[in-house]
C-alpha cells in the first residue's frame, strides 16, 4: 500500500489489469448467451467499475478513481470509433492542465486532505498553542476552512488555476482561511507556526531544507503520508481512517535552523 501511495502510476496501473481480467471473464461468459458486441461493452462496464474500485481501496486520491474509471472507456472509445472529433480532447486537455498543472511541473499529484486529517491538525494546533498556520499545496482548501478561526489564521498556497480559483471562493464565502495562488518555493514560512504539506516524496528534501532555513525554533513542519528522507520525525501520528495516513510531525530546533545560523555567521562578520 505504501508503494502505491507513493507511486500512485502502479496503483492505477494494477487496478486497470484488474479490471481488465474482468472484462475478459465477463465477456467469456456472456458472448454465448447476448451476442460478441453487447459482451464486449458489459465487460468495459465492468472493467471501469473493477478498476475503479480496486483504485480506491489501494488508497489513492479520488481523482485516481475517476481516471480508473474513464481510462478505459476512452481507450475503447478510440478504438471503436474510427473517426473522432478534435475538440473533446482539447476541452480534455484544458481542464487537466487547470486542475493538475503543478503536477508536471513540481512532480506533486493532486492529494486531498480527509477530514481525520484537518481534525487530527486541529488538534495539534489546540495541543501547541498555535496561532498561524499554512497549507503548502491546499488543493481545495478544506484543511484550511477547518482550521481558521478561534484566534488561529490558517492560509494555503496552491497554483493550478481552476482549484486555486474554486478553493479560493469557497474561502471567500464561508470567511474561513485565505487561499494565495503562489508556488510553494517563494512562499516566506517566517512567521508560521505549523506547516502542513501533502505533496510526494519527491520535494521533501528541499521543503525541509526550506523549512529549518526559514522558520523559528518550536516551529512544526507537518508532512501528511511522506517522511523527510534520512531524517527522523519527532513524532509520527497514524489516523484511524480507512487508508491509515500518517503525519511525520517535525520540530525546528535552535541547533537545527539554518536561519539562525546565518544570523550568526553574519554577526561574525
Do not use: H
Not at 38 to 48: P, Y
Not at 61 to 83: D, K, N, Q, R, S
Not at 144 to 163: C, F, K, N, Q
Amino acid at each position: 500500500m505504501t508503494a502505491f501511495r507513493t507511486y500512485p502510476i502502479l496503483g492505477a496501473a494494477a487496478a486497470q489489469l484488474l479490471g481488465f481480467a474482468a472484462l475478459v471473464l465477463v465477456r467469456i461468459g456472456l458472448e454465448a448467451q447476448i451476442g460478441a458486441e453487447a459482451a464486449f461493452w458489459s465487460g468495459l462496464a465492468t472493467q471501469c467499475g473493477v478498476a475503479a474500485l480496486a483504485t480506491r481501496l489501494l488508497g489513492l486520491p479520488v481523482w485516481w478513481v475517476l481516471i480508473g474509471a474513464a481510462f478505459p472507456l476512452a481507450l475503447a472509445a478510440g478504438l471503436y470509433f474510427e473517426t473522432l472529433p478534435a475538440w473533446p480532447f482539447g476541452i480534455a486537455f484544458v481542464l487537466i492542465y487547470l486542475f493538475f498543472s503543478n503536477t508536471a511541473r513540481d512532480r506533486v499529484p493532486l492529494y486531498l486532505s480527509n477530514r481525520k486529517t484537518a481534525q487530527a491538525l486541529l488538534d495539534l494546533m489546540r495541543q501547541r498553542g498555535a496561532r498561524r498556520f499554512i497549507d503548502l499545496g491546499s488543493g481545495m482548501g478544506g484543511v484550511v476552512r477547518v482550521l481558521d478561526g478561534e484566534g488561529r489564521v490558517a492560509r494555503g498556497v496552491e497554483t493550478a488555476p481552476m482549484v486555486w480559483l474554486m478553493s479560493a471562493l469557497m474561502s471567500r464565502l464561508t470567511g474561513r482561511g485565505q487561499i494565495l495562488r503562489q508556488d510553494i518555493w517563494s512562499t516566506d514560512l517566517a512567521g508560521e507556526d505549523l506547516v502542513y504539506a501533502f505533496l510526494s516524496t519527491e520535494p521533501m528534501p528541499a521543503l525541509y531544507k526550506k523549512a529549518s532555513a526559514e522558520m523559528k525554533p518550536g516551529s512544526l513542519l507537518v508532512s501528511n503520508s511522506f517522511p523527510v528522507p534520512s531524517i527522523d520525525a519527532d513524532e509520527v501520528w497514524e489516523l484511524s481512517d480507512r487508508r491509515k495516513t500518517k503525519l511525520y510531525l517535525y520540530e525546528i530546533k535552535e541547533t537545527t535552523s539554518e536561519r539562525e545560523k546565518l544570523l550568526k555567521r553574519k554577526k561574525k562578520q
